[in-house]
Every structure is written in C-alpha cells, then in structure tokens.
Nanobody, 115 residues
C-alpha cells in the first residue's frame, strides 16, 4: 500500500520561503506523476504544481516564478520550494501521487503566510 507523508509546513512572513517535502513508500515512486495541491479556507482544492516521471513540470499561474517542484527518485520524495510567499498562499498543502488506476493523497500540511 502506498502512503505519502508530508512535512515542512509552518508560519512564515510575507516574502519568506518554505520547502515542503513528501515522502512516498513503495517502489513505484519513479513511475508516478507527483503533484502538490492546496486548499484555502472556503475554497476548493486546486493544483499548485505537477512533475511527471520524466521530470517535466507545470505550475498554476499564481505560483509561476515563485514555486519550484522537484523530485528525487532515489529518495522517493517530491519537494515544493516556495519563495516570495504571499498571504494568499495560505492553505493546507496536499501531496498527490497518480498512476493509472491509483491515486493517493497525503494528510496535508498547513502553510500560513502572515502579512
């Protein structure tokens, strides 16, 4: 059974940086599409960034140029480097793993950006 464990959330001032990590169990990690989503209070969960098994990436327009997603297949871990954080980035961030026929979510990690 595949499990995802996120870490790295917390409280940061506007303009600051945080790095989120998501460690996956199971040997299928390198074949997955991995992504970060976020859900702000009162809003729907939305895609932040995605990285394919080959390393290609795509980002939500709101985070382009500020966030970077990367993966380390040897460590079965995906990262989200968040720079120039804004109060509107405040949300619970969720790691997501996607394979044909399988989708797994992490438990979420809270990121709070103060103004």
């Amino acid at each position: 059974q595949v499990q995802l464990v996120e870490s790295g959330g917390g409280l940061v001032q506007a303009g600051g940086s945080l790095r989120l990590s998501c460690a996956a169990s199971g040997s299928i990690f390198r074949l997955n599409v991995m992504a970060w989503y976020r859900q702000a209070p009162g809003k729907q969960r939305a895609l932040v960034a995605r990285v394919s098994s080959a390393g290609s990436t795509n980002y939500a327009d709101s985070v382009k140029g500020r966030f970077t997603i990367s993966r380390d297949n040897a460590k079965s871990t995906v990262y989200l480097q968040m720079n120039s954080l804004k109060p509107e980035d405040t949300a619970v961030y969720y790691c997501n793993l996607l394979l044909p026929g399988l989708e797994v979510w992490g438990q979420g990690t809270l990121v709070t950006v103060s103004s």
